[in-house]
């Protein structure tokens, strides 16, 4: 059975295409900077924002009526939703898949009927992926959605809480495992406060770290050797959550010991809740050696809250490709589309349209930040800039040769030589060049 009939393939069909079902920038098979594209984006489908969200906001119900939904049989919608949800992998080439594991299967009586009812959908989706070669690239654990998360999973004053949230991850870990899962992402939804008149931020804190700790005994306990990541966001829906951003979050893996167990999964919309760029969160990973993937979307800036729009702002997409580039590219990561539909945009087609737009944003991206790279247009500037530390006083510095005697010595005899402009505007210009470029 199809869903989305009378739509094939998306194919390549480049810039001049007017053809609103077809990748303007995105060719797969095209090599850029020695790899693919398909290999150096690794696009991942949002399996929660693409087949279970369903249009509803805190104004309005549902505005989406899907033809895969059509039984009150909630196990026969989720097998249904798993095949729909391949068949839009393949017409879009999607390569991967991201989940939780409450979007795969509904819960049943208990955890153990809810367990059974994952192993099932696993089993289908586990025939899907021999059937297309479509893989996973993360899975994680909605720890936040239901009444029993009110206070936090980790982070509860109920330990009986913090015990479920436990055995949930560690079912998410093997189903993860078992579907080839690249990685396993932690997003803490809930692991926050709204006053701190009720909250014991050490205990909080102290537990959240040995539920971390947990997840990495039991990962080499069934040999997971997928990368495990940490997801931050700075609010919504609690006022202040623990893993506000990625500054944030890695002194909190440095605090606790587990900086060699964790990366960082950096979503754009939450950079910019923390009032910071998407590039800014990037950079910090990069320069820390803890960029492990990216949620791919954006937010509206005259909005304050995640609106997860569909990434289309090709100078957000190249400068995050810059920096992804700079660190090497992605090895377990991806671009995973943390993005859903506008309430409005409820027909199937929207779907390819939506997607589309967001491949062709990165693959854009990608090429423009390569020729930056590649013409070392601002890693020359830098160099300049920064020549001072090259050489004399400002070598003896890095070189940690000299302390405040020396220095106060060298300032004495030598003061300080001009200063020279940082050329922010002409480099913004240069980098619009090459956005603006049509090659």
Not at 241 to 266: C, W
Not at 322 to 346: C, H, P, Q
Request: charged share 25%; proline share 3%; with cysteine.
């Amino acid at each position: 059975m199809s869903y989305f009939n009378g739509i094939g393939k998306i194919n390549y069909e480049g810039p001049e295409s007017k053809n609103p079902l077809a990748f303007k920038y995105y060719n797969p098979d095209e090599v850029v900077m020695g790899k693919t594209m398909k290999d150096q984006l690794r696009f991942a489908m949002s399996y929660w924002h693409t087949f279970t969200y369903m249009g509803n906001d805190p104004f309005g119900g549902q505005s989406m009526f899907r033809p895969w939904d059509n039984t009150e049989d909630t196990m026969q919608k989720a097998i249904e939703r798993v095949h729909a949800a391949f068949e839009f992998m393949e017409k879009a080439q999607i390569p991967f898949f991201c989940f939780h594991d409450r979007d795969i299967a509904p819960m049943g009586k208990d955890l153990k009927e809810t367990n059974e009812r994952l192993d099932i959908i696993v089993a289908v989706i586990k025939e899907e992926m021999a059937r297309t070669g479509i893989k996973c690239l993360w899975g994680t654990t909605n720890a936040f959605g239901h009444e029993r998360f009110v206070h936090g999973a980790g982070t509860s004053c109920n330990a009986t809480v913090f015990a479920y949230a436990a055995a949930q991850i560690k079912k998410a870990m093997e189903i993860t495992k078992d579907l080839g899962g690249e990685n396993y992402v932690f997003w803490g939804g809930r692991e926050g406060y709204e006053t701190l008149l009720n909250t014991d931020t050490e205990l909080e804190l102290d537990n959240l770290a040995r539920l971390l700790k947990m997840a990495v005994e039991y990962a080499k306990e069934i040999g997971f050797t997928g990368q495990l990541l940490i997801e931050p966001k700075p609010k919504e829906p609690t006022k202040h959550q623990y893993d506000f951003d990625a500054a944030t979050v890695l002194s909190f893996l440095r605090k606790y010991n587990l900086q060699d167990y964790f990366k960082l999964n950096i979503e754009a919309n939450h950079a910019t809740l923390a009032q910071h760029t998407f590039q800014h969160e990037l950079n910090q990973c990069r320069i820390n050696g803890a960029l492990g993937s990216v949620d791919a979307n954006q937010g509206d800036m005259l909005l304050g809250w995640d609106t997860d729009q569909f990434p289309t702002n090709v100078y957000d997409t190249t400068l995050a490709m810059y920096e992804i580039l700079l660190g090497g590219g992605f090895t377990k990561g991806g671009l995973n589309f943390d993005s859903k539909v506008r309430r409005a945009s409820f027909e199937e087609d929207d779907l390819f349209y939506a997607y589309i737009a967001g491949m062709d944003a990165f693959a854009r991206g990608l090429k423009v930040a390569a020729r930056l790279i590649e013409d070392r247009v601002f890693e020359d500037f830098k160099e300049k800039r920064y020549a001072s530390y090259q050489e004399g006083i400002g070598k003896d510095i890095v070189e940690h040769k000299v302390g405040f005697k020396e220095l106060e010595a060298y300032a004495l005899e030598n003061g300080i030589t001009p200063n020279v402009s940082g050329r922010q505007e002409l480099l913004e210009s240069i980098l619009n060049q090459y956005i603006m470029e049509t090659r």
